[in-house]
């Protein structure tokens, strides 16, 4: 996962777990987080970034070609951190991301991402597989897999129908309730069809053209039966013995208070992988202090801090010896108008769209780390609106004069004088670390209108927000929203954009004026093909950023900085080279840890590292 983990794992990340949000009960596992903080952008290897200057949009939307990278040299042990705040070892049940994302270094999927911020999906315990239609989906399953030992028997069909069935029953072995956590998703399949220990042919309720984005998640990893079940009354207890996978590599302690340790599967079915030898991952450095002194000494291969200028001194004090890594974060910066009191003219929801200056907050509160997002975040860069057409929208342009201009006209139409003062609510997580935003934002707004009517004031996302979003008298409020899991963003424009949508907070659709979406939406919920489904996703967007997001304004994602060794070969989108920094994946690639990832034993820098054995 993306490493270089700070001080403490926020809530967002312990919490958001791959769970559909069904609700403000979920939205509030969502909500909230702190700064920069480790995120799910998922390289075994580098830190989490801050975001956005031209330089870091370049290396994560659109990274130029590198030159050929160095063959992967087989052997060494990795040294980075893998969060050890683990909540349970049945991937099943589990609600916090450590346990999830270690799953994707010990077990498989079904198929997974070849690419995970464009969404390409390719096999992965399945040899090949086909969505017959968008309703039925046949997987061809390797033949030879292995369980790790002790169970080393074969993996069949019949371990898939027993991850679907288990999950979607909802029940123990002993007949007790199991609170699994994607059982929702699970009782979409209504048949399970294995003709031999090598095929499984999955009917759904209803058609499904996200089924496979779902299956390549991280969140989906395939567990051993008798291992899980062996320790179903006993899952909150740390012990490597539990998690028994087919992946690259072979849990050797998983102990609370003690260092993760993982060694090579000498069996592993993708014969080619991993590089590694090993991963000695060292319990989360809870003094910053601490922790970068451990990189400085090579006792962890990859760094990052909270404050990306202190990264920067690093990879400043050890040129040619360091390389810089950008990776998107997954923290998306949202700007939230309650279209159910306030802003129930749609012009003044699009002159606040024009008058929030974006260039200006990811300089303030990120350093120039930051690149603007639309309705689909940039992180999703397959489905996403291309950064140079998102300059050509309102609210996205450089030309701060014109943005105003047309916000002051829309404004006044919209009868905004009328409103008299608007509170743009900050929660107290956002405060703890940008306590200036509550003097910041209402500047920005009055300047930008040629008011004096905006105020910001504290609130919380567990007091006021959530608790009201579904009764409709949440207040106007600006922070972080719901972390970006998935390339597809069709599950989370149906949520926010349909009627039926389980997050339309603002009635979308349902208000007077509002073309109605739904027909669309549930067009491209049924596409398999990913070209036409990017193509008619961009049809949905261009109606929604028209609307200024129908006030669920989507204003940028910020960007993270680290520093690697240069013995350190990373899990990486684009290797850094010529001076270029190097492009982490914004959406957790952990899974892809085992055939991106070595050590270079050979460079330089690789001196004076001390021994990591296992």
Not at 54 to 72: I, L, R, Y
Not at 131 to 151: C, E, M
Not at 153 to 161: C, G, L, N, Q, Y
Not at 449 to 463: A, D, I, P
């Given at each position: ?10 809530r967002?990340?312990?919490l ?6 069904a609700?403000a ?20 290897t ?30 060494g ?5 893998i ?8 991937v ?12 994707n ?13 464009t969404g ?28 790790h ?19 979607a ?7 007790s309730e ?29 058609p ?21 079940e ?5 899952h ?36 080619d992988?991993p ?23 090579k006792?962890?291969?990859?760094y ?27 923290n ?22 024009l ?11 990120h350093?120039?780390?930051g ?25 996205y ?13 829309l404004?006044?139409a919209?009868?905004?004088p009328?409103?008299?003062?608007v ?34 004031t ?17 207040p ?6 719901s ?14 954009y ?13 208000l ?10 549930d ?10 489904a ?50 982490g ?5 952990g899974h ?6 070595w ?8 001196q ?7």
């Amino acid at each position: 996962m993306s490493q270089g983990f700070r001080r403490a794992i926020g809530r967002r990340q312990l919490l958001h777990g791959g769970l559909a949000l069904a609700g403000a009960a979920a939205f509030a596992a969502a909500c909230g987080g702190d700064d920069n903080k480790s995120t799910t952008s998922g390289n075994a290897t580098t830190a989490p970034s801050t975001s956005g200057s031209p330089a870091a949009a370049q290396a994560t939307t659109a990274p130029a070609a590198s030159p050929a990278a160095a063959a992967p040299v087989k052997g060494g042990v990795l040294r980075a951190q893998i969060p050890n705040v683990f909540d349970s070892t049945d991937v099943h049940r589990a609600l916090g991301d450590p346990t999830l994302w270690t799953s994707n270094y010990v077990y498989n999927k079904l198929v997974m991402y070849k690419n995970p911020d464009t969404g390409e999906i390719e096999p992965d315990l399945a040899e090949k597989f086909e969505a017959v239609d968008a309703g039925t989906y046949v997987f061809n399953l390797r033949k030879g897999v292995k369980w790790h030992p002790p169970v080393s028997r074969e993996f069949t069909a019949e371990d898939v129908k027993w991850h679907i069935e288990r999950q979607a029953g909802g029940k123990l072995k002993d007949g007790s309730e199991g609170a699994f956590t994607r059982s929702a998703f699970y009782k979409s399949v209504t048949k399970i069809e294995t003709p031999d220990n090598h095929t499984v042919r999955l009917t759904l309720n209803a058609p499904n053209g996200t089924f496979l984005d779902r299956l390549a998640a991280y969140f989906s990893t395939l567990p051993n039966r008798e291992t899980t079940e062996k320790f179903e009354t006993d899952h909150r207890t740390l012990t490597e013995q539990a998690l028994v996978g087919t992946g690259p590599f072979i849990l050797q302690q998983l102990r609370a208070g003690q260092e993760v340790k993982l060694k090579k599967n000498p069996e592993y079915f993708k014969k080619d992988e991993p590089n590694l030898d090993g991963w000695l991952a060292p319990l989360l450095f809870e003094d910053p202090n601490a922790y970068r002194a451990a990189f400085q000494q090579k006792q962890v291969d990859g760094y990052g801090s909270p404050d990306p200028s202190q990264t920067k001194a690093i990879l400043d004090a050890n040129k040619g010896a360091m390389y810089e890594v950008l990776t998107g974060t997954a923290n998306t910066v949202y700007l939230h108008l309650n279209r159910n009191k306030q802003f129930k003219d749609i012009r003044l929801i699009k002159a606040l769209n024009l008058a929030f200056d974006r260039d200006q907050m990811i300089q303030t509160f990120h350093q120039g780390l930051g690149q603007k997002s639309g309705a689909v975040t940039w992180l999703q860069e397959g489905f996403a609106i291309p950064p140079a057409d998102l300059e050509k929208l309102a609210g996205y342009t450089k030309d701060r004069e014109a943005a105003k201009k047309e916000a002051r006209a829309l404004w006044e139409a919209g009868g905004g004088p009328a409103l008299g003062e608007v509170d743009i609510k900050v929660p107290d997580t956002w405060l703890a670390n940008w306590p200036d935003t509550t003097q910041i934002l209402p500047k920005m707004f009055n300047e930008a209108l040629g008011v004096s009517q905006f105020k910001s004031t504290k609130s919380s996302y567990n007091e006021e927000i959530i608790p009201n979003l579904a009764n409709g008298n949440f207040p106007n409020w600006f922070a972080w929203t719901s972390q970006v899991n998935s390339p597809d963003p069709r599950n989370d424009l149906r949520n926010v954009y349909h009627t039926k949508g389980s997050l339309n907070f603002n009635k979308v659709g349902s208000l007077p004026g509002d073309p109605n979406l739904d027909a669309q939406i549930d067009a491209v919920m049924n596409l398999t093909d990913l070209k036409q489904a990017v193509a008619k996703v961009r049809e949905i967007q261009n109606i929604i950023m028209d609307n200024a997001q129908f006030g669920n304004i989507v204003l940028y994602n910020y960007i993270g900085r680290s520093a690697n060794w240069n013995y350190y070969k990373a899990n990486l989108k684009s290797q850094a080279s010529g001076g270029r920094p190097g492009a982490g994946y914004n959406i957790f690639a952990g899974h892809l840890t085992a055939r991106n990832t070595w050590i270079d034993t050979k460079d330089p820098s690789y001196q004076g590292r001390p021994p990591a054995g296992l």
